[in-house]
């Protein structure tokens, strides 16, 4: 058998409280499975019956990002975390810089309003064919794959001291997709406006460099690297747009 | 800059201020205490050459007590609207981070008491001399808190050197900000120990 404690809420305004689980071992058992069990038999320790807990997931292979929580006090994807790896009584609690659903479900929608607010697109929809766009040099596809590989889990921000109730920071994630669509050979003919995004309110300048989310981001994404790079930018932005610039006509 | 806000205009300002002109002015007022190492009259000498500088007053206002009062208003706001976490994820930046807040909210205090000590009382008709400062860290709480206010403002001056690098863009790259946290690391252990010396020559 393996132990759970698993911290639960009926719903948003809710208040949380833990209750503990025992599921019967399988090999290669990862916390999905065991939640599906326990949705399967939602019986509790003490033997009485309860509601089954509710989470999120979808791809299972950990691309999605959908399924994170923190287990045993660390943020992380629930598919990629194997039974075996764990220390029991497996502690399983939802990311709580976000709204919580219910139980280990959050609403991330504060991720992908920032996505939004930053522009983090290439936009190429018009009216006549714009033909192709310039050749990528392979050192910059190489950086660029890497911070393609954000999948928008909210481990980052689930980490920052920075992304909370009382500041607006957007955290890391929304800032490293900036510099993604601003090195893209087209994505760049629209650089300024993600910057300006970036440096409204909640914006890179918030980042107060704690490094949290560089440590805990599953993909091993270069998070600092980015915010580095965006301060920069923006830095520079700042300059440009007040004083004006012929240096880089761009 | 953006339209709507000036939030990222007075976080680089915040950021620009906490070394020019305070850390500029932080090592320069650092460095006068240190001639209480040589002597008295060296003390007394330097003290007076600072306190005769023509337009000293404009000086005081818009070098020191204003960006004073702006870095440490503006940045006891930024303290309080983290949430600390390094009980959970207890990595060297996140102390760090956790370090440059609370150093800060203590420097500010112990800004604001020092000018009590000295500044005020030079309004009410005191001069800054040796014994001035003598006779405060004579009583050995006030010595500790001297030391404790020196040490932790002479830490946020140099992890804040550190993160300003990073601010304006000088150290992107994973080791050009490893290289810089040790330099800054050299700037604390040598400025604290002007600091010390300085304060210990005058008991």
């Known amino acids: 058998m393996i132990k759970f404690s698993i911290k639960r809420q009926e719903h948003t305004d809710a208040k949380s409280y833990w209750e503990e689980f025992e599921v019967p071992y399988r090999e290669n058992m990862n916390v999905i499975s065991a939640l599906m069990e326990i949705q399967r038999n939602p019986v509790n320790t003490k033997g009485e019956k309860t509601t089954p807990v509710t989470w999120d997931m979808n791809c299972l292979e950990e691309v999605c990002g959908a399924c994170s929580m923190v287990i045993n006090g660390s943020a992380r994807q629930s598919c990629t975390a194997l039974v075996d790896q764990l220390e029991q009584p497996v502690k399983l609690e939802p990311m709580s810089t976000f709204p919580i659903v219910k139980d280990l479900q959050v609403d991330r929608t504060f991720m992908f309003d920032s996505l939004k607010r930053v522009k983090a697109w290439v936009p190429i929809d018009g009216t006549y064919d714009l033909g192709p766009g310039p050749r990528m040099p392979e050192k910059k596809r190489q950086t660029a794959y890497e911070l393609s590989k954000c999948m928008t889990c909210g481990v980052c921000l689930e980490v920052c001291p920075n992304v909370n109730d009382s500041s607006d920071f957007m955290g890391a994630a929304p800032i490293s997709q900036v510099r993604l669509f601003n090195l893209h050979p087209t994505g760049s003919m629209n650089k300024n406006e993600r910057l300006d995004a970036l440096m409204g309110a909640g914006g890179v300048a918030e980042c107060g460099m704690a490094q949290n989310c560089v440590k805990a981001c599953p993909k091993g994404i270069p998070l600092t690297t980015s915010i580095a790079a965006m301060q920069r930018e923006t830095s520079f932005h700042m300059f440009k747009s007040f004083f004006g610039s012929d240096h880089e006509v761009e | ?203």
Request: avoid cysteine; proline fraction near 2%; aromatic fraction near 18%.
């Open chain 2, 1 to 203: 800059m953006s339209k709507q806000d000036s939030s990222f205009a007075i976080r680089r300002l915040h950021s620009l201020l906490g070394v020019i002109p305070l850390g500029v002015f932080l090592i320069q007022h650092l460095l006068v205490n240190h001639t209480a190492t040589r002597s008295e009259e060296a003390f007394n000498t330097a003290s007076e050459f600072m306190g005769s500088l023509p337009f000293v007053l404009f000086l005081e206002i818009f070098v020191i007590y204003i960006p004073i009062l702006f870095h440490g208003i503006y940045g006891i706001y930024i303290a309080f609207t983290a949430r600390y976490n390094v009980g959970t994820y207890s990595t060297f930046r996140n102390w760090m981070f956790l370090f440059q807040r609370v150093s800060g909210v203590i420097a500010f205090i112990f800004i604001a008491i020092h000018v009590y000590q000295t500044r005020v009382q030079v309004f009410f008709g005191t001069e800054v001399d040796f014994d001035m400062v003598h006779q405060i860290v004579a009583n050995p709480a006030w010595l500790v808190f001297y030391i404790i206010g020196i040490i932790a403002t002479v830490y946020h001056f140099a992890n804040g050197l550190w993160s300003f690098m990073v601010t304006w863009g000088f150290t992107q790259s994973d080791r050009s900000q490893r290289v810089m946290s040790y330099v800054s690391a050299v700037i604390f252990v040598v400025v604290s120990f002007i600091g010390i010396q300085a304060i210990l020559a005058f008991i």
